[in-house]
Structure formats: structure tokens, C-alpha cells
């Protein structure tokens, strides 16, 4: 896979934006605020987990989503926020722990009466280090009902909470 600095390089008169909005809520303005203060301590523990429907809801028209070559599949559509969401908060790059994210392709192949082949990962997971933490993201398109999306940081004195809401909980 290229990575985005590549492509960029190719195309220098095509504008490409990231979109990752999650920086510009308030729960995840005062998360780095007080992470970045020294509020919780020495971060030691995240996680960041995503669960959506998104695989399994065979009302669900076909589109980028279901290809990867398009930027579909849970991570790149939603692990990417993930990660971006832990860097931007504390500051530091999470480097994969181990050998890679470990990616399983979705099997649901009927959208909106259609079938065909899923060109997409269903479910990602992956363990990462920043900085001294220690911690997992798990995104997943299986969700029986209502969407998830938790993050956690345990530091060495408290901690923070944001999910799906957007409220945080320190």
C-alpha cells in the first residue's frame, strides 16, 4: 500500500485533505488539555475502541466502504481515527507492539440485494506503545446494536473516558 505522502507526490496540483474531526470536540480538546497538564500522571494504559454496524447491515448500499483500494475497510475508515485520536491527545506517535495490525476481511457479501466480493477488513486490532503506555485499538464492523466508540487513558494518577457521546469522564 502507498502511503499518502507518496501519492501526494505524484499528483502536486491535487488538493488531498484528512479529514480526523475528532480533534475539534470539546471531550477530546479537554482530554489533551489535561493528560498534556500532568492531570492523570504518567499515562501507562489506552484503549480505543470503534464498533460500528457497518459489515453487517445488508441494507447497507455498496460503496467505497466495502474496497480498501478506496480507503474502505474498519481500519483505514475508522482505525485511522483512532490512531490519530491517541497521537493527537498525547502527543506522541503509537508504534505498532509486535509484528503488525491484524486484519480479518469481511465475509458479509450482500448489500442492498447485491452481491459480491468484499474487497475491505472487517475488524482490525493491533497493540501499540506510546510514548511509555501501553494500549489497543480494536475497530470492528459487527456491532449487534448501538455504535461504540471508547477511549481510554489510565495514567499514573487518574484517568479519562470519552465515548460515543463525546462526553469525557475524568
Known amino acids: 500500500a ?14 488531498a485533505l484528512v479529514n480526523h474531526e475528532l480533534r475539534f470536540t470539546p471531550a477530546h480538546r479537554k482530554a489533551r488539555e489535561l493528560i498534556r497538564s500532568g492531570a492523570i500522571g504518567r499515562p501507562v494504559l489506552f484503549t480505543a475502541r470503534v464498533a460500528t454496524s457497518a459489515c453487517i447491515d445488508p441494507t447497507r448500499a455498496w460503496s467505497w466502504w466495502s474496497d480498501a483500494e478506496q480507503g474502505g475497510g474498519m481500519l483505514q475508515a475508522h482505525g485511522s481515527h483512532a490512531f490519530d485520536s ?12 509486535g ?14 440485494g447485491i452481491v459480491r466480493d468484499v474487497a475491505a477488513d472487517g475488524m482490525a486490532s493491533g497493540t ?23 477511549f481510554t487513558i489510565r495514567g499514573t ?13 475524568y
Open 2 to 15: 502507498k502511503r499518502m505522502v507518496d501519492i501526494a507526490a505524484e499528483r502536486p496540483q491535487q488538493l
Open 86 to 97: 491517541v497521537a493527537w491527545i498525547t502527543g506522541e506517535v503509537p508504534v505498532l507492539h
Open 99 to 112: 509484528a503488525s495490525i491484524r486484519r480479518i476481511y469481511a465475509t458479509w457479501r450482500e448489500r442492498a
Open 128 to 150: 501499540v506503545r506510546v510514548g511509555g503506555a501501553v494500549g489497543s485499538v480494536l475497530v470492528h464492523g459487527g456491532a449487534l446494536d448501538d455504535a461504540i466508540d471508547l
Open 157 to 169: 494518577e487518574g484517568g479519562v473516558v470519552s465515548d460515543r457521546s463525546l462526553k469525557l469522564y
